[in-house]
């Protein structure tokens, strides 16, 4: 089965930088869309970030646009998402998803997820 496996997340300054690594195994990855999510103690999963399975198209939240930049690369198998100027407010567990063919906002469109990763940013 196709499992995902995040990787970078940490403790951070505010205006520090991140990059988020996802990994898959055990499907087809140059056939997904990916996408980021996170989701904050008490709050809803929130959309983040999402690229298609070439790689030309690419979506952000709000929250992310400027800052973030979602990449991936299909030799690879992998899915990363390079954050600068953090905030406290973007602490949160980040979680990669998976979606079949087409990426999405909604995580409700995407079939696999990762267990996620810790991003935690001091003031």
């Known amino acids: 089965q196709v499992q995902l496996v995040e990787s970078g997340g940490g403790l951070v300054q505010a205006g520090g930088s991140l990059r988020l690594s996802c990994a898959v195994s055990?499907?087809?990855?140059?056939?997904?869309?990916m996408g980021w999510f996170r989701q904050a103690p008490g709050k809803e999963r929130e959309f983040v970030a999402a690229?298609?399975?070439?790689?030309?198209?690419?979506d952000y939240g709000d929250s992310a646009k400027g800052r973030f930049t979602i990449s991936r690369d299909n030799t690879e198998n992998t899915v990363h998402l390079q954050m600068n100027s953090l905030k406290p407010e973007d602490t949160a567990v980040y979680y990669c998803?998976?979606?079949?063919?087409?990426?999405?906002?909604?995580?409700?469109?995407?079939?696999?997820w990762g267990q996620g990763t810790q991003v935690t940013v001091s003031s």
């Open positions: 998803a998976a979606a079949d063919p087409s990426f999405s906002r909604r995580p409700v469109d995407y079939d696999y």
């Open positions: 055990g499907g087809t990855f140059s056939r997904y869309g």
């Open positions: 690229i298609s399975w070439s790689g030309r198209d690419t």
